[in-house]
């Protein structure tokens, strides 16, 4: 059984029946007094497992008969707190806040940008947001799996770039050495050397430099772009 459960009971008496009453796991749901008996429970309410449901039905002096029945719960995770994150629309850097409270589950993972791996079933977090992207959390139980989503929106702050040497219009030879200053609000994730249209280098660590063989070429004009990335892939590109 999952979800809502109805119990049904025919009880009656030589007599007359005063009333029926409804148990789980020992614990009085609900006393019925008309025809046709029957309580309704909510099986959330329970842990997942074998469960004894128990009808007792009294006659006018108080006389019992009583009947039990054995069934499972079998529930999926459900969420009891909704799972929240705020703000959904945040300025590159700042913070989006979490939480979430699930029962029924024996595993979650977390996926999105910043915040992925195993969760505890109930919790609250404070991501740094670098990009736009879904916060989802997935809790896995004996019942099966639930899952919850939600988007942020994150407005992105390009990286500050510049080519430091060689100046542009410069004359090079042999190995030539291009240096660049990169900064970020939440730091440089890489920087990547083109020459040309194609991509030589990639530097991870400040200062970023990358070094290039002229003899590879002819001797020519020829474009050096530099591309500095941040966490959020967000890039700003300088050339000479």
Do not use: H
Not at 6 to 32: C, M, Q, R, T
């Amino acid at each position: 059984i999952s979800g809502p459960l109805l119990v049904s009971a025919d009880a009656n008496d030589k007599d007359s029946v005063s009333k029926v009453e409804f148990y789980v796991n020992g614990n009085l749901i609900s006393a019925d007094t008309y025809v046709p008996y029957s309580a309704s429970y909510d099986t959330l309410l329970s842990r997942n497992g074998k469960t004894t449901v128990v009808v007792k039905a009294y006659d006018r002096l108080g006389n019992v008969q009583q009947k039990n029945i054995l069934i499972t719960f079998n529930n999926p995770p459900s969420f009891v707190q909704p799972f929240s994150v705020l703000p959904q629309s945040i300025a590159e850097g700042e913070y989006v806040n979490l939480k979430w409270a699930v029962s029924l589950a024996d595993t979650c993972i977390a996926s999105g940008p910043g915040w992925n791996g195993p969760r505890s079933s109930v919790g609250m977090e404070s991501v740094r947001a670098v990009q736009t992207g879904t916060y989802e959390l997935t809790c896995k139980g004996s019942g099966g799996s639930s899952s919850k989503s939600l988007p942020v929106t994150v407005t992105p702050t390009l990286p500050t770039l510049a080519i430091t040497a060689p100046s542009s219009n410069a004359i090079v030879q042999g190995m030539a050495t291009v240096s660049a200053d990169a900064v970020d609000n939440v730091g440089i994730s890489r920087v990547e050397f083109y020459f040309n249209n194609t991509l030589f280098s990639t530097d991870t660590k400040s200062p970023y430099s990358a070094a290039y063989d002229t003899t590879k070429v002819k001797d020519s004009k020829y474009t050096i772009r530099v591309r500095a990335y941040d966490p959020g892939n967000n890039y700003k590109e300088d050339s000479i």
